[in-house]
């Protein structure tokens, strides 16, 4: 009896080491004993709701999908020390969960830092205040809290049974995120903690290997990978590692007064099918489904709208041709599967700007990859005694390498997609945002002007700074009415300033530098005059090295010039401080708080006045969904439904950007080829998530800044997608 038991013990210790392991080599990452060409692609679970997940999930194991890529969000899990949320949208293990159930792998990109413009990187702003820190190098306590957090997710992970030799999806994992850049201009201290972190993720025996995306040197046993367009030059670093390409960009993500870029899918699928003839064997599209910067979860100057010109777009459509041309590419590639894990490319020219890349296993299988990069001409090539016209361009997949099944620039896809409102001219109520002055109780004086994020530590995007200011009646200016200058210097992102409580004007950054100067001409009066700066934040930095000592808010100098003195320096004066809204701090978006606050109704409604509250009720439209808000009209600030924020609306910023002429899909691609909306509303659509509606009287909350127009986002939109089917 005792015997029998211990061999059962035995032989299902072996079965599980036999048929639940992860590894690679030099052509691929081998599951279970297989190598495999793995197609995935990245949805990053807070950007979209946990209801749209099993949807978007079915979509892309629909598209041919194998994996899916997230990172994971620091930020979002602990919003303050060791107070952890894994609720909602941040419920990690149930969005891994829903893949899992779909019957896909996860490849986790743990990070902790994430890029991805996100608010901060995916680090939590409390982190920038532990003393001593320095983020991203050899430093005790950075490292202490990366070590921290990266054990509580491995630990959840391995709980939940959630790598693949448990028995869960995870197959691969990443530590760090394009770390080679900074670990380069960090010198030896970057090695170093290169050299710590591998260990220490090491150490986590996760049993699934970890990569280091964009890091040539990464030590074995972490794969080096790539990220870019094309990823032409890449190679492992090390003869036993697969040549994998962890974010294929599918188009650029957009910024506040930018153009919206997208990326024609036969370049794409061009870029896709170049990485596999080149003994490519994983390739993730980043993003397949962009989703939605909730919140004030976005980057800096990153727009509300993460959608990517991904193949599922940001209210989870399947976008065509995109979506159905890569799903017809990923055909043809896994029919190729056979022959491009057990053999090495042979290349030879078909002529001038065309090539052949041939698989030929030893056991029969074959599959050919024949390439045009010609940009304007089409190329007639001979393989093996048959003629193909190849497209501009373009790659044809031959599986068995006789028969071509996909060309990469035939896209037999068509469809448009429609806005339709369906709704509209809402009973609006207004509620207005005082301007503070300096003398208000609840501001904080100090001498001098203060980093915005400090004082702030990013509970709210807003800082106002309040001063006073004393004119002599014998000023010169009140009499021949030349109004003084006041020149504002500020570390960003935007302002607005009111004297003696009127708006006088706005200024604003932009990505590329999101420090502005705010000149203009003030009315000033005989006495004491108030100034009431809002300075007002768009999302924190996330890349580039030490992003985080980058500074928000007016720093100054601050000077008044046209005073009989000449001019006057108000930087070093007395400033005081009010964090936040009173709206914010009143809850006027959350439902159950607003009613018992006296909101204007009527013809009492506010119109063009800056910084108000407007309110109003609804029901869901009849037509299904999904929805969008259509802000045209509108200028600054946020959005709320129900109490949910859908983000930062910012219609106001007008779109730059001469790129919105036709686009030739062919010849190299980059983020500033193809783009929409020169001249238009770098966004005007908002993402309703139909989840945070219910059948009537929904809440909607909208602050506005700038008080640009009146009330205009009167209409709820239905998206609805037709297909052509050619
Ligand atoms: C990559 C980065 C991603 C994302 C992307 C641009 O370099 O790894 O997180 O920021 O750029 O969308």
């Given amino acids: 009896m005792l015997r029998t038991s211990i061999l059962v013990v035995i032989l299902s210790c072996l079965c599980a080491s036999v048929t639940s392991t992860v590894t690679y080599d030099n052509k691929a990452i081998i599951i279970n004993g297989q190598r495999r060409i793995l197609i995935s692609g990245s949805i990053h679970y807070p950007r979209s709701t946990p209801e749209m997940w099993p949807d978007l999930i079915q979509k892309a194991k629909d598209g041919g999908l194998d994996v899916i890529q997230t990172y994971v969000f620091w930020n979002g899990h602990e919003p303050s020390p060791e107070k952890y949320n894994f609720e909602g949208r941040y419920d990690l293990v149930r969005f891994l969960k829903v893949v899992q159930q779909a019957g896909l792998y996860v490849h986790l990109r743990i990070g902790p830092y994430v890029c991805a413009e996100w608010n901060f990187g995916g680090f939590p702003v409390w982190l920038k205040y532990v003393p001593g820190i320095e983020f991203r190098t050899d430093n005790g306590p950075f490292k202490a809290a990366m070590q921290k957090f990266t054990e509580k997710i491995v630990d959840m992970m391995k709980s939940e049974n959630m790598f693949e030799p448990q028995g869960g999806p995870i197959i691969m994992s990443q530590i760090e995120n394009e770390y080679g850049s900074i670990e380069q201009q960090t010198g030896a201290p970057g090695k170093a903690y290169t050299k710590w972190f591998v260990n220490m993720a090491v150490s986590l025996d996760t049993n699934v290997p970890w990569i280091m995306c964009k890091q040539d040197d990464a030590p074995d046993p972490l794969i080096n990978t790539c990220n870019d367009f094309y990823c032409l030059k890449h190679s492992p670093n090390k003869p036993y590692k697969p040549k994998m390409l962890t974010e294929l960009w599918t188009s650029w993500f957009t910024e506040f007064g930018g153009a919206v870029p997208y990326r024609p899918v036969e370049d794409l699928a061009f870029a896709v099918a170049r990485f596999i003839q080149t003994n490519g064997s994983f390739i993730n599209y980043y993003m397949y489904h962009g989703g939605t910067n909730f919140g004030r979860d976005s980057g800096l100057f990153v727009t509300t709208s993460y959608d990517y010109d991904a193949p599922l777009d940001e ?25 491009l894990v057990s053999s090495y490319p042979t290349v030879w020219s078909l002529g001038k700007n065309a090539e052949a890349h041939e698989y030929r296993s030893n056991s029969g299988a074959c599959a050919a990859f024949l390439a045009n990069y010609d940009t304007t001409s089409s190329a007639n090539v001979i393989y093996f005694n048959k003629q193909y016209d190849l497209l501009p361009w373009s790659i044809s997949i031959l599986p068995d390498c006789k028969n071509e099944i996909f060309n990469t ?92 409580g009127q708006p006088s004007g706005v200024a604003y950054g932009r990505l590329s530098n999101p420090s502005l100067t705010f000149t203009g001409n003030v009315k000033l009066r005989a006495g004491t005059n108030t100034i009431s700066l809002l300075s007002s934040c768009v999302g924190l930095p996330n890349v580039n090295l030490h992003y985080e000592r980058r500074n928000a808010g007016v720093l100054g100098p601050i000077t008044l010039s046209g005073l009989n003195e000449g001019t006057r320096d108000l930087t070093k004066q007395t400033w005081s401080y009010k964090a936040g809204l009173k709206g914010e701090s009143l809850n006027l978006h959350t439902p159950d708080r607003s009613p018992s606050i006296d909101f204007l109704e009527g013809s009492f409604v506010a119109q063009k006045q800056p910084l108000s509250w407007y309110k109003t009720t609804f029901d869901t439209p009849q037509e299904p969904g999904p929805y969008a808000l259509d802000m045209t009209g509108m200028g600054k600030g946020e959005i709320w439904i129900n109490g949910e924020s859908i983000g930062r609306h910012w219609p106001g910023y007008i779109a730059r950007g001469h790129n919105c002429g036709a686009c030739n899909y062919a010849g190299y691609y980059n983020q500033n080829k193809c783009a929409t909306s020169c001249g238009e509303p770098s966004q005007k659509w908002y993402h309703i998530p139909q989840s945070w509606l219910k059948p009537t009287g929904n809440q909607l909350t909208i602050f506005e800044e700038w008080g640009e127009d009146t009330i205009h986002c009167r209409s709820f939109i239905v998206i609805q997608i037709f297909i052509d089917k050619a």
């Fill in 409 to 500: 620039a035939k896209v037999i896809h068509g469809a448009h997609m429609k806005m339709i409102p369906v709704g509209g001219d809402f009973p609006w109520q207004s509620y207005n945002e005082e301007v503070p002055t300096a003398d208000d109780s609840g501001t904080v004086p100090m001498v001098g002007l203060y980093e915005q994020i400090n004082v702030t530590r990013d509970s709210t995007d807003y800082l106002w700074y309040l001063t006073n200011l004393n004119i002599t009646s014998d000023e010169e200016f009140l009499k021949d009415g030349k109004d003084p200058v006041l020149t504002i210097a500020s570390a960003g992102h935007a302002l607005q300033v009111f004297i003696n």
């Fill in 315 to 339: 209210y989870g459509l399947q976008r065509e041709p995109k979506w159905g041309h890569l799903r017809l590419l990923h055909k043809a590639i896994k029919q190729c599967e056979p022959a």
